[in-house]
C-alpha cells in the first residue's frame, strides 16, 4: 500500500529533512512523490513546533539537569545567521543545517510571528525539497 511509504517518509523528514529522499529511494518512490511527501513532512514539523514551540521550550528547560552553554556553536551560528538575513536566512538553512524541528525553535525563539515562519518555512521547504529530491535521485548509485 503506498500509503505506508508515503508516512515513512513524511516521518523521516520530519526529522532530518534528507531522510526523506533518502527513504523515497529506499521505498522505491518516484522522485516527486518523495519531493511532496519531503516538503509535507517538514512542514507538519514546522506546524506543530510553531504552535507547540514555546511550550516545549519551557518543558525541556524545567527537566532539563544543568543549564545549556549559551553560545554553543549552533547557537552562535544561528544569531549570525539572524542579523544577516533574518527569518528568510533561517528558512533558507534549516533544511540544510538546522532541520526543521531546529529551525523552527529557532525561529520560535526570536519571536518571529507564526504566519512568517510557517510562509517562509513552505516557500523554501518546496524549494530545498525539489532540489535535494532531484539530487538524491541522480545520484542515487551512491547511497
Known sequence: ?????????????????VAGPLAGIAL??????TAVCTVVGMMLGVVIFVFL?????????R???????L??????????????????????????LFTPIGGTLIAVSFKVPRHSIISQ???????????????VYQFRDLF
Open 1 to 17: 500500500m503506498p500509503w505506508a511509504k508515503y508516512i515513512s517518509v513524511v516521518l523521516a523528514s520530519m526529522l532530518k529533512f
Open 28 to 33: 522505491s518512490l518516484n522522485w516527486w512523490e
Open 53 to 61: 514551540g514555546t511550550a516545549i521550550q519551557q518543558l525541556i528547560s
Open 63 to 69: 527537566y532539563r539537569k544543568k543549564k545549556p552553554r
Open 71 to 96: 553560545f554553543s556553536k549552533r547557537t552562535r551560528l544561528a544569531v549570525r545567521v539572524w542579523k544577516k538575513a533574518g527569518m528568510t536566512g533561517i528558512a533558507i538553512l534549516t533544511p540544510l
Open 121 to 135: 518555512m513552505l516557500l523554501w521547504g518546496v524549494i530545498w525539497g525539489i532540489i535535494i529530491t532531484i539530487t
